[in-house]
């Protein structure tokens, strides 16, 4: 697990790590990158347990993933099999878990206030969390993405699949956006990653 794990996990956090791991049933993989999640965590057939991480994360956004999709294994283990997803069970053991891990050996002096507001209240994603979202992209590698939020008002842009829609008025916490083909209205969440559309080059 360790050799698995080296490349993506900082030797300061590694032995944490393998500690939450020693488990004969519980196997991690890792995957290319998928657009719509960070990682996963499910139960096999065999009763054995499976986590899936993306490979294209940046060392910091990598092991919170990993240690929200294990908090998922936990709270199976200790809590039982019906368990919202993302409830007080999960919240209550992803904090536990995170704890020792939210120190500057680990993580960087600027990520550890936001983090610690953060694991106040867990969210199913920290995408959704916009300012620590952001603070993580800043150690991402270098691409031409731009948060939602980020995207000027009427300005058009792409999204993973191609399609193509224009930035409308925030409606509470997302946005609304028109699809430029078919004219229907979407909502995005403010972390959503697309990719601006040049004006000379956009759709009126």
């Known amino acids: 697990m360790q050799k ?23 196997t991690v993989k890792i ?11 499910m139960r096999l057939p065999n ?14 956004r990598f092991l919170i993933t990993l240690i929200h999709e294990i908090a998922h ?25 995170m704890l020792p891990f939210l120190n500057p050996e680990i993580f960087p002096m600027e990520l550890l206030p936001l983090l610690a507001k953060h694991f106040k209240n867990p969210k199913a994603s920290s995408d959704s969390d916009a300012l620590l979202a952001l603070a993580l992209k800043q150690f991402d590698e270098p691409n031409n993405k731009t948060f939602i939020f980020e995207v000027p008002l009427g300005q058009t842009f792409k999204i993973y699949n191609g399609k193509i829609f224009k930035k409308g008025a ?11 083909k078919t004219g229907r209205m979407y909502l995005f969440n403010p972390n959503a990653e697309v ?8 759709i009126s």
């Open 73 to 97: 294994f936990e709270a199976y283990k200790t809590y039982g099999r019906f368990i919202k997803p993302h409830g007080v069970e999960w919240k209550k053991t992803f904090q536990h878990l």
């Open 195 to 202: 990719e601006i559309i040049p004006i000379k080059a956009g």
């Open 31 to 41: 995957k290319n990158e998928r657009k719509t999640r960070h990682g996963d965590y």
């Open 4 to 26: 698995l794990l080296q490349a993506y996990i900082s030797e300061q956090a590694m032995p944490q790590v393998l500690n939450l791991l020693k488990h004969d049933n519980l």
């Open 47 to 60: 009763g054995k347990h499976q986590i899936t991480i993306n490979s294209n994360l940046n060392e910091y």
């Open 170 to 180: 925030q409606r509470t916490k997302r946005f609304e956006c028109v699809e430029v």
